[in-house]
């Protein structure tokens, strides 16, 4: 049984092992983990009993901009629609909070999946202060 909540607490630990499958965050640190963790208004994680198996959080001043952030799914668990639902509930919780605008941040080759969420590429170029 899949099991999806805003509110079971996130091991870092399991957490570092899924953002250890992506090319944007393998290099996280369990104390780095730890603090975004603790620093993030809403995180939703999906777990197949006790294992995580997906991952997203929002940062957000909870009125006007959210950023929808570091989305993951087990490797071995991508394709069966638990991305899709992670995100229905995730765009759900941001609607009853009446945030005025929701954008995120993404690589070209997943523009398609969060397009069947509404989304739109515009192009703006974001600058990097590293």
Same mark, same amino acid.
């Given at each position: 049984?899949?099991?999806?909540?805003?509110?079971?607490?996130?091991?870092?630990?399991?957490?570092?092992?899924?953002? =250890?499958?992506?090319?944007? !965050?393998?290099?996280?640190?369990?104390?780095?983990?730890? !603090?975004?963790?603790?620093?993030?208004?809403?995180?939703? =994680?999906?777990?197949?009993?006790?294992?995580?198996? =997906?991952?997203?959080?929002?940062?957000?001043?909870?009125?006007?901009?959210?950023?929808?952030?570091?989305?993951?799914?087990? !490797?071995?668990?991508?394709?069966?629609?638990? =991305?899709? /639902?992670?995100?229905?509930?995730?765009?759900?919780?941001?609607? !009853?909070?009446?945030?005025? /605008?929701i954008f995120l941040r993404c690589g070209d080759n997943v523009v398609p999946f969060y397009q069947r969420f509404g989304f739109e590429k515009t192009g703006v170029e974001v600058l990097d202060l590293?």
């Amino acid at each position: 049984m899949i099991d999806y909540s805003f509110d079971r607490p996130i091991s870092p630990e399991q957490l570092k092992v899924l953002l =250890g499958q992506t090319d944007w !965050a393998n290099y996280r640190d369990i104390t780095g983990i730890q !603090a975004m963790l603790k620093g993030t208004a809403v995180v939703l =994680g999906v777990w197949e009993e006790v294992q995580l198996i =997906g991952f997203a959080r929002v940062i957000s001043d909870g009125i006007y901009r959210a950023l929808i952030d570091d989305v993951v799914i087990d !490797a071995s668990k991508r394709g069966q629609g638990i =991305g899709s /639902e992670l995100m229905r509930k995730l765009l759900e919780r941001l609607t !009853a909070m009446k945030v005025e /605008e929701i954008f995120l941040r993404c690589g070209d080759n997943v523009v398609p999946f969060y397009q069947r969420f509404g989304f739109e590429k515009t192009g703006v170029e974001v600058l990097d202060l590293s």
